[in-house]
């Protein structure tokens, strides 16, 4: 049984036990980090609501072919979030490169459907009423239009009056801290890189998507401004708390922002590893030096590094 089966599991008993609030992260752990799943008995307060929530992403038995088949990429792919209680949930997403991440967040998004097998939103097979954003690696703001017009774009497409917009739009790009910048073109060099990223996030996060998809959005900056978005992005996930999927390639990344992190491998794409990051849903810097930290990223890149020996070609 891999991990992430277990972690499906673990969702499927806490869906049947009754529990009474949904604080499910309060200090640092001072124990090691460990793939163990949740414990099954919470202490009263501790664990999470009963609900009637449905999952938020349901991905069931996806198979992904190209090429009439020679290329297969997924071969029943099972993927799972569920909803809890008041609150989003950032997920980050691992994996060697060509396994399928951005296959999987263009299902979500819509962009694309799988060979066969189903991809459900909220319970329901998806449809253009979900509103999902996405976030990409290389800056996708219209550069023709200015920091305010490429915001208020998501608001237009959304019919929502000229007189409603303005606040939405001025409110979302002070929160991203482009204040002052509102009237500059979207482009290279009138603003960073890092300024256009915040761009991008603001007008997906403006239309208030229930998901935000991200797709390696940091992986184009350098480091200073890497680290500021991280922190950033953490501060907007407090204030909004959309559910938020958020694929890397760093590991110290996807657990400082994540709260859950599934690692998947190749050749078919498969999820196999399911870590719960216990710490606090509010991150700073601070948290990157504890030992708790350090030791689930070095447990996780020893996963990565072993992926290919544990799940490559079997014999015969
Ligand atoms: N149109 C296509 N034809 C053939 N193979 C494709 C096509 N689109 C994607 N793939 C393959 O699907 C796999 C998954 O792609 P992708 O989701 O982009 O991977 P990741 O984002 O994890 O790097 C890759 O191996 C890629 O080569
Ligand atoms: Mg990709």
Redesign the pocket.
Known sequence: MSFYSEYVENVEKKKSQKKTAAIPHEKIPEEPAQAAPAPPDLPAGVGYQQTDLTDIIEIRNVH?S??DGK?K?FEGLNFLIEDKPDQGQFISIL?T????????LRYISGLQKPTSGEVLLHGKPRTDKDRVGMVFQQYSSLPWYTVYENVELALKYKNIPKAERKDKVMQMIELMGLAGHEGKYAQYPSLSGGQLQRVAIARSLVAQPDILLM?EPFGALDIKTRLDMQDLLAKIWLEIHPTIIF?THDISEAVYLGDDIFVMK?KP?EFVYHHHVKLPLYREREMKYTPYFNDLVRQIEGEMLDLEGKFGKKEG
């Open positions: 992904q190209y090429d290329i990429v994996g490169s060509g396994c399928g991440k951005s296959t999987i797709d694929v190749s794409g």
